[in-house]
């Protein structure tokens, strides 16, 4: 989407330098342009356009060393400081697998890239790589920091550097297909029940029709029930400062990124509700969540417990697992600090 007044990168340069304190994000939602064609106004000046090449830019941040990546959707912002360890490449997905750095990529939603140089407030230069949808939404964001090796980020850089170096030119967000009738609740329980796996979910979703929601909201409560908006806090409290490990993921459609370990640090911030870690930092929008979920699903090893938190428009925003070990059942107190969360009541909802 293009703002009528603002259709060249000059336009949108000049506006910029009258909000340079405003966020990225922000600036763009305003006026009405998308976050890529902002980056993009600055292509020769601060910033080089890059192709979106998974292979060779996963693993050229594996020479980078430590690196900070973001993933985020509306309502939700993680960020992750490490190396880039295993990473496999795919043609239909790709994945990076580190004690840190724990990311999920689809390559057929990535089309923009850019390599930024922008000052910081302490006037160093900030170096980051950025990477788009069709749309012009941020997929994945990643940060030098003070460790990187910046020979092989400039490296990598070249590498990734586009021929063409104009202007880009997103596309309006496609409409989705109407979803057929999803299948009924006996086929949706046997489905359930008969699961192996976690990751066979989405194929179960798949084959019998049910968007994500709906199937939590139809399938029982023995596999699923609501909870309160004051259990994702409850969570947060009940989880920091012990040894609990989570995993915390948060995605879009073009990048899922994963936090496995505790917490310690709890905050709010006006809306936002925050993790602030030395490796992690997680910032949720409150004022955004419009559900919130437990979840069981059978596997191989016996139940696995979730929390999903979702938004107005029924679009997963964030969920939580208790970290376990492949082979094992998951640890009794993730299980017991879920199932023992507030739960939904019309009373609270008025």
């Keep these: 989407m293009t703002n009528a007044t603002l259709k060249t990168p000059s336009e949108i340069r000049a506006l910029r330098a009258l909000h340079p304190q405003m966020r990225e994000r922000d600036f763009a939602r305003i006026h009405a342009i998308s976050e890529a064609e902002l980056v993009a106004a600055f292509i020769g000046q601060t910033v080089t356009r890059l192709e979106p090449d998974l292979p060779v830019l996963l693993n050229g941040l594996a020479a980078c060393g430590e690196i900070m990546a973001l993933t985020r959707n509306e309502s939700a912002v993680h960020e992750k400081i490490g190396a880039v360890e295993k990473v496999v490449v795919g043609a239909h997905a790709s994945m ?52 990187t090796n910046m020979d092989a980020w400039s490296l990598l850089v070249g590498k990734l550097r586009a021929l063409d170096q104009g202007p880009i030119l997103t596309q309006p967000k496609p409409v989705p297909a109407a979803p057929g009738t999803p299948a009924g609740l006996d086929e949706l329980r046997r489905r359930w029940s008969a699961m192996t796996d976690t990751h066979q979910f989405f194929g179960l979703l798949k084959a019998l029709n049910y968007p994500r929601l ?61 993790i602030m870690d030395d490796t992690f930092h997680l910032h949720l929008r409150l004022d955004q969540v419009a559900a919130v979920w437990g979840v069981r699903k059978p596997t191989a090893d016996g139940h696995v ?27 009794v107190a993730w299980r017991d600090l879920v199932q023992n969360l507030p739960l939904f009541s019309q009373t609270n909802a008025a």
């Excluded at 057929?108 to 788009?132: C, M, N, T, Y």
């Design 96 to 147: 990076v697998l580190g004690a840190q750095i724990d990311l999920r990529l689809f390559p057929s939603k990535w089309a923009f890239g850019f390599a930024v140089e922008k000052p910081g407030d302490d006037g160093a230069i900030r170096h980051s790589l950025q990477f788009f949808d069709a749309q012009g939404t941020a997929v994945l964001k990643v940060h030098a920091r003070p460790a």
């Design 214 to 274: 709906t199937a939590l909201e139809t399938v029982g409560e023995d596999y699923a029930w609501q909870l309160d908006h004051a259990a994702v806090a409850g969570l947060f409290t009940a989880a920091a400062g012990t040894d609990l490990p989570l995993m915390a993921f948060v995605g879009n459609h073009g990048c899922i990124q994963i936090h496995s370990g505790p917490i310690t640090t709890v905050k709010t911030m006006g809306p936002w509700l925050n």
């Design 305 to 331: 417990t979730s929390l999903e938190v979702y938004d107005e428009n029924r679009e997963l925003i964030i969920q939580f697992f208790g970290k376990r070990i492949e082979g094992s059942d998951e640890r």
